[in-house]
């Protein structure tokens, strides 16, 4: 069974990823976490997690799909480019990328969401100030935009792309592990289909 791969970053929010992760451990399927760097990283509720392996070391053939987490700060990935390079290339080889949270926005960055649907925890005008163009957000989802018109399912999946909001997390990790081929019990984690 291959792999999925699951990004760590200084206050990533394991919340946001937490039933995915149940869901995977259930279906035994492996997960391999990792950063730039084999050193403890902080949660955003202050979890200390020491990653399996570096970005550099991880050979991306034993995978099928990428997990991307919030975070309450997630600049410093988004301005990596050796992070941005390496998501290109779950993308490059059309593996599974889950995305919640602000993380889509390494997803764009990266250029992987051109004419795609998404949606983000991050309003488009903070996105504007960032140098993001009106191009660049048009099939964008936003913050305010999902708490005012709530998407049916709670997530967005455009082709290999899943992407949602944090209050989503539940639905959004159920779609990713049915996208996977997993056995899911929505009803375990609270949602009637």
């Known amino acids: 069974m291959k792999k999925t ?7 990533f929010c394991n919340f946001e990823f937490s039933v995915l992760l149940e869901i ?5 399927k492996p997960v391999v976490f990792f950063a730039k760097e084999i ?3 902080i949660s955003e509720e202050g979890l200390k997690v ?5 970005i550099e070391d991880l050979d991306i053939s034993e995978f099928d799909s990428l ?3 919030g975070a309450a700060d997630i600049r410093k990935a988004i301005e990596d480019e050796e992070i941005l390079s390496f998501i290109k290339k779950f993308d490059e080889r059309d593996y599974i990328i889950g995305a919640i949270s602000i993380a889509p926005i390494l997803l764009l960055k990266a250029g992987i ?3 795609k649907s998404f949606m983000a925890g991050v309003n488009k005008e903070e ?3 960032e140098g993001f163009s009106k191009k660049d957000l048009t099939l964008m989802i936003d913050w305010n935009e999902s708490i005012k018109n709530p998407v049916p399912n709670g997530y967005i999946k455009d082709r290999n792309i899943i992407t949602s909001v944090s209050y989503e997390f539940v ?3 159920i779609e990713v592990a049915k996208k996977l081929g997993l056995n899911v019990n929505p009803l375990s984690f609270g949602i009637k289909e």
């Open 67 to 69: 997990i991307l987490t």
């Open 39 to 41: 050193l403890p990283i």
């Open 113 to 115: 969401l051109s004419g």
């Open 171 to 173: 639905r959004w990790g």
């Open 127 to 129: 996105l504007y100030e």
């Open 5 to 11: 791969a699951v990004l760590l970053y200084e206050s």
């Open 50 to 54: 020491i990653p399996d392996i570096k």
């Open 24 to 28: 995977l451990a259930i279906n035994k």
